[in-house]
T-cell receptor, first 112, second 119 residues
């Protein structure tokens, strides 16, 4: 069975500060990993994904994540937070063509 | 349209009534998924369609929930005899099972959801 753990239900940063949202996964087979963002009253929008190949993946809006197999992690980072980054972020895992298993989400708060 | 669409966007119903939620996937996407998002349970998988068949319906919470997909396109999620605990946002996603640029792609694209409130 697969699972995802997101540490911190809320993360607060100042505008311009580094954003780090943590995600650890459990999977018995090579995983596909995703980060989605959800703005209020909207659906989920894909930020980035890891399937195979390069372990550092870049996504939209300046976000990136690094797949670390030895640490079973897929943390999301952005060098400089913007007010518009305030949203809820979900990490998810799948083994391919199957259901996504989501973490519980992390709400990012950005203060001026 | 360019994205996944869902209707209605909001649905308020009385306990015990039946409701139907509709999902229009991205044109050409062969796989379709339903998820439920609620405060207590987070994002939960409900059912997965490949074409018109549902190889995985393990997430349906009870036999009051059913779903069908016709013509390999539109899907309807039906909840019979709604209960207050069914109140949630129901999300639909679709994916193209195949290759993109030479690599397998499994990205699920989500619709805006239907917010169901059972009074």
């Amino acid at each position: 069975a697969q699972s995802v753990t997101q540490l911190g239900s809320h993360v607060s940063v100042s505008e311009g500060a580094l954003v780090l949202l943590r995600c650890n996964y459990s999977s018995s087979v090579p995983p596909y990993l995703f980060w989605y963002v959800q703005y209020p009253n909207q659906g989920l929008q894909l930020l980035l994904k890891y399937t195979t190949g390069a372990t550092l993946v870049k996504g939209i809006n300046g976000f990136e994540a690094e797949f670390k197999k030895s640490e079973t992690s897929f943390h999301l980072t952005k060098p400089s937070a913007h007010m518009s980054d305030a949203a809820e972020y979900f990490c998810a895992v799948t083994t391919g063509f199957q259901k996504l298993v989501f973490g519980t989400g992390t709400r990012l708060l950005v203060s001026p | 349209g360019a994205g996944v669409s869902q209707s209605p966007s909001n649905k308020v119903t009385e306990k015990g009534k039946d409701v139907e939620l509709r999902c229009d996937p991205i044109s050409g996407h062969t796989a379709l998924y339903w998820y439920r998002q609620s405060l207590g349970q987070g994002l939960e998988f409900l059912i997965y369609f490949q074409g018109n068949s549902a190889p995985d319906k393990s997430g349906l919470p009870s036999d009051r929930f059913s779903a069908e997909r016709t013509g390999g396109s539109v899907s309807t999620l039906t909840i019979q005899r709604t209960q207050q605990e069914d109140s949630a946002v129901y999300l639909c996603a679709s994916t193209l099972r195949g290759t993109s640029g030479g690599a397998w792609t499994d990205t699920q694209y989500f619709g805006p959801g239907t917010r169901l409130t059972v009074l």
